[in-house]
């Protein structure tokens, strides 16, 4: 049914509609509206035979998700930023013992400095955790995405990710179809668990493993990734089968065919993205773009195929790995390897810093002239960052980077506050 | 002439007995049917409190739940001594998943079981006092606060043992430790520092609050009955002596936990709702030192009048604070 909805609030009807068993809450900006939805749907008796529980953080959101999934219950919860971070032995806890959890993250940035708004650090962090992390770049395919990834984890008994830009998509009013229930059962079938906790047939879960088998128990979550980059497709099918829609899946591409100069990005930036490919197509420009749907596990081989005609590679990015440069980069030029054509990495809208169309074009025009740095940032301030180097060799005690910036910036009236 | 009621001395001393009871009234570890279910095979060291502690309280749960158990573990001594992959000494559903997450994880199970309507199966959580008063303690706080359907046990060592015996906040005042060794002016542990978990607990406002000791069988057992003969959080606080991590002889870990009970360096008992029900008292009362001589970790504190005078202090203090004197005789 088409509805005009915050993507928060599609996210938590089509989460409904998948029938959890148990969903953790804690609050943290921005995917606390979905389970704030959540909770209303349960006390609403809209969402029965599920029992939603206020726990006291992150660690004991996902770690109450851990025990109710081993003990066969259908099992989500969500968070971001700081709150991924502070439940991350969790995280690896719960991929480790092969628990099927859904999690939303809403992206965003990862302090200090402590700021609320949209990057892609936060998932980027996870990345090796042993989950499948899979990016929505639209609202439509949030609501789409889920009701896959309960499927995907419970195929192959492992948690999934689903990441969505905080704000961009989370806080956004816009057109969505929400499924019906009927159509989600029958995608959907209910939970039949691999491994369970039950009197009548007592097993141990969690158990110490020494020297001797730890290197098999960890390639088997290895391999059961690299048997996702089949499972993920194919569920994609069925899902387009039942709902007529192409959402999901290990990658997609925009006018990416006869491109010389491929943007490779995840997430909604696409959308601007898109915009501006247009724009330059219109003047003739052979440029196209790829999104990468599945982070975890890395479509080498559909990257690889797909960038091997290209000119040149523009890898646009929302996080940052300090002392190297670029994470998506990275995996992209692992995919790229045996391939002349460079890889530029560009990082932009970090802290929720907008991506303008007009930066983006710059940009393009530059990588179509190979004139970019190998590492770009966009947008970034030089003078700002130049006079805080020049403060901190002037000054020994040249104080907090991020109070002085805002100052540097006009943030902060620095005629109020000396 | 009416029948007199005959007193035999046994079933009043706490550890024999039992053949001398009717069969209804002997232990669950004294029956052929226990349930055994932390098995024999295990690699817990001689004389381990804990691994009787976890025994004695699991067989009492199983029986008082028809053997309908689930238990969550947190990292520790219990976790690696009974689970050496591919080896489990755990005869009933047991998951291990983190050092500070087991009460989370025990919620996670309760709520599976209530959405799946098994209301007949019951979980434990259970850890170490480092798992349970300092990292699992925000966990801990959560599931009480919330009051969900699970039954805590702490197995109280008073340290970090199976890191090699570091300080929790289990430890008491005086105590050697490997991270706090007795140098200098003021050796071992701090006085004064620490937290009463069971007092914390309560303040809760949770049906049920305990402490036991392994020293004394029926009294534990009557507890964890009584555990789970009720709904929403319960905690259990065990004493359990580590030979290992407080140098006493693993021939006398009874008798170290007997006499810790008895000078009131650990007081036994009960509360709901906030309230203490009944503590039980002090048989024979001694003196700390009678305690303190049977462990290494205390050495340094019979050496040294001021400090031993410190412990003395903490266990009047105990005695009076829970009213642990008033023997009245040997009910079991």
Known sequence: MLKQIEGSHGVAEAVGLCRPEVI??????????IVEDLGALVKKGQLTDCEFINVESEFAALSVGIGSSAAGARTYTA??????????????NASGLGLPIVMTVGNRAIGSPINIWNDQSDSMSMRDAGWIQLFAETNQQAIDVHIQAFKIAETLSMPVMVCMDGFILTHAYERMDVPDQEQVDRFLPPFEPRQVLDPADPKSIGAMVGPEAFTEVRYIAHHKQMQALKVIPQIAEEFKGIFGRDSGGLISTYRADDADTLIVTLGSVIGTISEVIDEMRDKGQKIGAVTIRSFRPFPLDEIHEVLKNTRRVVVFEKCLAVGLGGIVASNVRMAHRGQTSPVYTVIGGLGGRPITRASLQELFEKAMTDDLEETTFLDLKQDVVDQEMEREKKFSRSGAIAENILRDVGVVDVAKTT | MANQQVKFYQTGTLTVGNRLLDSKLRT???TMDRSNSLDSGHRA???CGEALGARYAIDA????????LIAANATGCLEVFTTPYPESAWRIPWMHSLFGNAPAVATGIAAALKVKGKNDVRVIAQGGDGGTTDIGFGCLSGMFERNDDVLYICYDNQGYMNTG????SATPGGARTATTMPLGPEPGADFDKGKNVPLIAMAHNIPYVATASVDRLHDLEAKVKKAMSIRGARYIQIFVPCPLGWGSNPANTIQVAR???????YPLFEAEFGEIISSTK???????????KLQRRFAHVLKNPDQLQLVQSVADKNIQKFSLMGFQGGEV
């Open chain 1, 24 to 33: 953790c809450a804690y609050p943290i900006t921005p995917q606390t509206h």
């Open chain 1, 79 to 92: 968070t971001a930023s700081q709150g991924l971070l502070y439940m991350a032995e969790a995280v690896y």
């Open chain 2, 28 to 30: 669950v570890q004294a």
């Open chain 2, 45 to 47: 060291c001689q004389g």
């Open chain 2, 61 to 68: 749960a199983m029986r008082a739940t028809n053997n309908q």
């Open chain 2, 165 to 168: 015996v570091q300080r929790s």
């Open chain 2, 259 to 265: 006499l810790a009970v008895e000078c009131g360096m």
């Open chain 2, 282 to 292: 002090i048989r024979r009362k001694v003196q700390v030192e009678e305690y303190l």
